[in-house]
């Protein structure tokens, strides 16, 4: 079939962008979790 | 957490029904074969995209109005995953132009309106870069994102306009381009599927958004403390 | 009401602190008559051409230039600190808006008006017999242009990079304006000259939708 490997390229592609974003967002809420569990264990030694 | 995956692998199932219809349901096009099946990515990436832009700008608007926090957060969730569409749309368009018609850009009504509406909503994820104190930030944002929005329309109508007066070749799935009814039916799951994946990506983004805020507020409390 | 008394006076002082010096004026004209000549150094179009592609040249050249003068509008009173008095002074906030935007399309249409001549000779392109309707098109293109890049003087004098982030705030805005002014001005450049009066009501709404928006969304741009 001609053309497969674009429409695979397009579909790979839009994945590839959806999945790019979903991890970012995930990896800086995770990285935000533990500056706030830090945070609050550093707040708590303080009391 | 469980919600979250059960959430999550919903929409991977949607995702993947469209697709498995995109390829198996949608009748193949005489004039172009395999390639227009991109169509099912690239159009209602494109609607997807224009309805986060919308639900940024409702935000956006009850955010100057309110002044709520919350809505705040949902201007920039929404806005950045409507940017991810947008940028779906913008890569999935030379990829299905190039096959086709030998070049990668066309200036077609959509990828040109696209195009501008890329560079708008970049230009609001931006400004909220450099504006530094929370309450500003929010506030002026909200309010480029309203000026933005409203230039959506005149945007698709000046260029619209535009081709009318030069007419262009009819790019597959434009208006004007007839469809199979079948293919419209796919064509509106496979939106319904990324309507799904949209919300999905807004919910999280704006759980991210709210605990910045939180981390700030403790930070401060800290600090005055 | 006393919009219109306010934004008088307002407008008044506008035109005395720029035609004190003068600078902001010439200054922009410099660089359209700059950017002009690069264009046709880099291009150097037959007068076929020029009718083709000089609409669109002219026009960049003028939003590039905006987005550059447009800046001193509420930077200005930044650095002044100006802002907190000015909005005593008035009743009304969108009379401090009004003011500067009818002083900026002011100098923008002075700026343009200024060039067309040097234009007309630099790229052979006839505008006498279309003055009427040139002036016409750049009413509106410049009218639309100080709206929104007035509006938006008022939220980059508040963020950093502020010299980079007008031009990219207001141009992709402005995208409209550059297609449906380009197009109408193409036709006017014509060995046939033709009026789009379609254009032009385009250029009207446009005005008219963002100038509303202004009106209704310009009290919170001065927050302090």
Known sequence: MKNLDSVFAAYMAAWAIFFVYYITVARRASALRGDIERLKNSASRGK | MVKNLLAAAAVFLLLGAAAYASFFIAPTDVKQGLIYRILFLHVPSAWTGLTAFFISFVANLLYVWRRQPRWDWLGISAAEVGLAFTTVVLVTGPIWAHP??????????RLTSTFVLWLLYVSYVLLRTLLEEPDRRALLSALFGIFAFIDVPLVFGSIRWWRDQHPQPVVMGEPGSGLDPIMYKVLFFSWFAMMALMTLLIRQRYRLEAMRSDLETMQHELEAA | MSLLPN?????????????????????????????????????????????????????LAFLFAASLMLQHSFLSEQHNDTLSALRLSVSDPFAIFFAKLAANTLFLLLTELLLLP??????????????????????????????????FSAI??????????????????????L?????????????????????????AVFDLVFLT????????????
């Open chain 3, 156 to 177: 980059s004098a508040q963020a950093r990079m502020r010299e980079l982030l007008l031009p990219l705030l207001m141009l992709p805005l402005l995208t409209p304006i």
């Open chain 3, 7 to 59: 934004t008088a006076v307002l407008f008044g002082k506008e035109l005395r602190t720029e035609f004190r010096s003068r600078e902001l004026l010439t200054t922009t004209v410099v660089f359209i008559l700059i950017v002009l000549f690069m264009f046709s150094i880099s291009f150097r179009p037959t007068s076929d051409e020029s009718r083709q592609i000089g609409p669109g040249l002219l026009w």
């Open chain 2, 100 to 109: 086709v018609w030998g070049i990668w850009w066309t200036w077609s009504p």
């Open chain 3, 213 to 224: 928006a202004l009106w209704l969304f310009g009290e919170y741009l001065l927050e302090e």
């Open chain 3, 179 to 203: 297609i449906v002014s380009t197009e109408v001005t193409k036709g006017l450049f014509d060995r046939a000259p033709y009026l789009q009066w379609e254009g032009v009501g385009f250029l």
């Open chain 3, 118 to 151: 040097i234009f007309a000779t630099m790229y052979n392109v006839p505008i006498v017999p279309v003055f009427h309707w040139l002036l016409l098109v750049f009413f509106l293109g410049s009218l639309g242009t100080a709206i929104v890049g007035t509006a």
